[in-house]
């Protein structure tokens, strides 16, 4: 894998949208350089994989707080 990717590269990684990419850089969620004249966007893939991992760790804390209970309406996961 490359050290550095760009933001279509992480948005296709995540199955998310390039806006979806661009706001979760620019929030500082997802932390990224400028690099070039056109100071275009890269994200550092160890960066990418710390991210997720982070994601990870919040849905087990979220799914461990609010657990799926019989009261709960029953239905598809939405995105």
């Given amino acids: 894998m490359a050290r550095f990717l760009t933001l279509a590269d ?7 949208s390039s ?3 661009y706001a979760l850089v620019r929030s500082g969620d997802l932390p990224a350089i400028k690099v070039g004249g056109r100071g275009q966007w890269r994200v550092e893939a160890l960066a ?3 991210y997720i991992e982070n994601m990870y760790a919040q849905t087990r804390e979220f799914v461990s707080t609010h657990p799926f209970g019989k009261d709960e ?7």
Avoid: Y
């Fill in 73 to 79: 309406e029953s239905g598809p996961i939405s995105d």
């Fill in 19 to 21: 806006a979806q990419t």
């Fill in 10 to 16: 992480v948005a296709e990684t995540l199955n998310i």
């Fill in 48 to 50: 990418l994989e710390q």
